[in-house]
Each structure stands twice: as structure tokens, then as C-alpha cells.
């Protein structure tokens, strides 16, 4: 009788102990979530903007008001600049990117509903009101396609692009501009490091993109030790 009783509580005990166990695995679970979700920042992506000067050849930023020479824009040239910086940004550690599309449906609407509301002051609206810690917003000054070949060039690409991310309270913590037309080596022998990055040869303008989004996304923030 006591026999079987011991072997029961045996039992039991054992039971009390698994379950006691299982339940710190999904407590330091649970913490571990809690933690990594503390280090992600979401960073909701509003549409790149292709922008042309009114007069002259000099373009001024909506968000931070610096000038900078412009020229022609490709068709669908926004996007392409977009598509780099995203497919850079998802690359980087403690990153969460809230698609482009659902930031400018937010953005859109509350820019309609606050038609007093400054650029700056809309932008944080929308943050907030997607649970972004930053909004990320681009726009292009100039992009035209290399006319030629890749070994013989009539024209090179010519690319200018600024990007800046603003936090939740419209600071701009970051930002950075890229204007470059290729030139070849006799034209610009202190560029050498660039032009024999593009494989020594007259690169796309995409390609130049490409080359542009690395260099300035160097100084980006890291949200992730």
C-alpha cells in the first residue's frame, strides 16, 4: 500500500517538475520576444518622389529645404531608387520595414483630414499612427540613362537622389544626398576607386544607383548590436 502510495507521488512530483519546467522555457521565451521586439525599430517607407525645378535647374528639398541641381528624370525612375534603398534596409539587423504602400495610403489621408498640418507635422502624424519609430522618405533630382554600351559610351548615367529618416517627433536624424555622373578614368583620375568598382566600365543608371545607396546608407543607423 505504501509502496504504491510513494510511487504515485513519485509520479506526480515528476509531473510538477516537467511542467515547471515548460513553464520557464516559455517565460524566457516570452522575455527573450519581448527583448528583441525592444531592439526592432519599424521604419515605415513613404514613396520616393521624382522632383523637377520649377525655374532654373535647382530643386529644393519639401523636408529640409537644401537646394541641389537637378536635371532629367526618368519614367518610373522613384521607384527604381525606392526598391534599392528597401532592398538594402531589409538587409540591416534590428530592422522591421512597414511597406511603402501602406505608409502613403496613412500618409495621404491624414494629409487630406489636416490641410493646415506642415510636411513635417503629417509625417509624424502617420508614424504614429502606423506604430513606426521612423519614416524613411526619398526623392530624386535626376536620373537619365547611359546612352551607349557598357565599353563605349555617347552619354554616361547620371543619378541624384536624397533620403532622409525622420523620428517620431520630426527630427530628421538622418539624411543623405548622392549626385554623381560617371566620367571616365582620364576625365577624373582621382575617382579611380569608383570607376573600377563598376568593373572599369560606363555603368547603368541603375547600377550607379546601386553604387550611390551603398555609399550614403554607410552612415545609416544601426538599431542592432
Known amino acids: 500500500m505504501m509502496n504504491h502510495y510513494y510511487k504515485n507521488l513519485k509520479y506526480i512530483s515528476g509531473l510538477f517538475f516537467v511542467f515547471l519546467l515548460a513553464f520557464a522555457l516559455v517565460v524566457q521565451a516570452e522575455d ?30 519639401p523636408l529640409c529645404g537644401s537646394g541641389s541641381s537637378s536635371g532629367k528624370i526618368q519614367e ?3 521607384k527604381v531608387v525606392e526598391e534599392i534603398f528597401v532592398d538594402r534596409l531589409s538587409k540591416m539587423p534590428g ?25 513635417a507635422e503629417n509625417l509624424t502624424k502617420a508614424g504614429s499612427e502606423l506604430g513606426a519609430d521612423f519614416v524613411a522618405i526619398g526623392y530624386v533630382y535626376r536620373y537619365t540613362e547611359r546612352v551607349g554600351f557598357k565599353y ?7 543619378v541624384t537622389f536624397e533620403i532622409h ?24 583620375i582621382f575617382d579611380i576607386s569608383s570607376f573600377f568598382k563598376g568593373g572599369a566600365k560606363w555603368v547603368t543608371a541603375r547600377q550607379l544607383t546601386e553604387q550611390g545607396m551603398d555609399t550614403v546608407l554607410k552612415t545609416f543607423p544601426r538599431f542592432s548590436n
Open 165 to 188: 529618416l525622420v523620428d517620431a517627433n520630426g527630427n530628421i536624424i538622418w539624411g543623405r544626398h548622392f549626385d554623381k555622373t560617371q566620367k571616365s578614368l582620364m576625365e577624373n
Open 76 to 78: 518610373g525612375s522613384e
Open 32 to 61: 527573450e520576444n519581448a527583448e528583441k521586439a525592444k531592439k526592432t525599430k519599424r521604419i515605415a517607407v513613404l514613396s520616393f518622389q521624382a522632383l523637377s525645378p520649377g525655374e532654373g535647374n535647382t530643386v529644393f528639398c
Open 95 to 119: 530592422v522591421e520595414i512597414i511597406p511603402s504602400e501602406k505608409a502613403e495610403s496613412v500618409y495621404k489621408r491624414i494629409s487630406s483630414e489636416k490641410l493646415k498640418g506642415s510636411f
Open 152 to 158: 563605349s559610351s555617347a552619354h554616361p548615367a547620371s
